[in-house]
């Protein structure tokens, strides 16, 4: 079999699980998923230290990652949910306890942007498991609303929500569409939540890895190259690469081996697919 017929092998058995955009309202996509383009804080967003090297500790959210994320057979991290409850939940309210304390205009813009990932994944985690048992995120709230524009965290006085977090504070200020591979929604078909807290000093080196290890997973990037089925996070975003083309353009410059050879060429993309399952191992 050749590699690109093992992609698509791979890809249509998974598509079983999956959510295809076209079954879904598209109105029920935006309540989901929150809004399509950045809005950002404006007046209100949170100043940083441009001089500041100091760098914020993420040990416990480190040491929580490495315990409770394991990696799948097929290349999808998974987290034992129902081991971390019981043996961690309050190790993970103390390292969000810490980070809501945390003053953060006096670091820097790497590490800012380490702090709002780490704060979003732990945050998520956190919600997951004070609604266990779960089949998605999408089944807390109503009508499959999920828990992203509630209260989460509070910083500098500021109570945000998970939305503020990655739509109004990471997109429109740092403007780099490998947010995306970073903060982890609990589902399958999101790129993997990394089993290390991300910190200023490793930033680059763990958004290029991120960046890599989704586009070349068929939960990325699958299909065959007259059908390209991609993940529905390149759909919903797509204006923060700019155009199809972009978003293609991009994944080749991550896409190796069968990948790689999927994607020569490739002028369009024929479909969308995102699994919502949760991501419990």
């Known amino acids: 079999m050749s590699q690109a017929a093992s992609l698509e092998t791979l890809s249509n058995t998974k598509l079983s699980r999956r959510m ?43 040491n929580l990652l490495q315990e409770y994320v394991v990696e799948g057979s ?40 380490a702090f709002w990932v780490n704060l979003y994944n732990a945050a998520t985690v956190d919600v997951i498991l004070k609604n266990l048992p779960l089949d998605s995120i999408r089944d807390i709230g109503l009508l499959g609303t999920g828990p992203w524009k509630d209260d989460a965290v509070t910083v500098s006085g500021r109570t945000l929500s998970l939305d503020n977090i990655e739509h109004d504070i990471l997109r429109p200020e740092w403007q780099d569409v490998r947010i995306h591979y970073a903060v982890n929604c609990a589902s399958i078909g999101c790129p993997n939540l990394a089993k290390e807290a991300y910190t200023g000093a490793k ?21 065959t190259p007259d059908q ?33 050879e999927l994607l020569e060429g490739a002028e369009g993309i024929s479909g969308y697919d995102y699994d919502w399952g949760l991501n419990l191992a």
């Open 74 to 113: 097929d290349g999808v991290n998974l987290v034992e949910y129902n081991r971390f409850k019981s043996e961690a939940s309050d190790d993970l309210a103390s390292y969000l306890a810490a980070m809501q304390a945390v003053a953060i205009e006096d670091f820097g813009p790497d590490e800012q942007f």
């Open 203 to 223: 930033l680059e080196e763990m958004l290029e890895a991120a960046s890599k290890a989704y586009v070349n997973h068929p939960r990325g990037f699958g299909g």
């Open 228 to 260: 390209i089925i991609a993940s529905n996070i390149f759909d919903w975003y797509q204006d923060d690469w700019g155009s199809v083309q972009d978003v293609l353009d991009h994944a080749r410059e991550y896409a190796e081996g069968p990948t790689a």
């Open 20 to 62: 295809i955009l076209g079954a879904v309202p598209a109105t029920a996509v935006l309540v989901a998923c929150g809004p399509s383009a950045p809005g950002g804080l404006g007046e209100d967003s949170f100043g940083s230290s441009e001089t500041s090297d100091a760098a914020i500790d993420h040990s416990m959210w480190n």
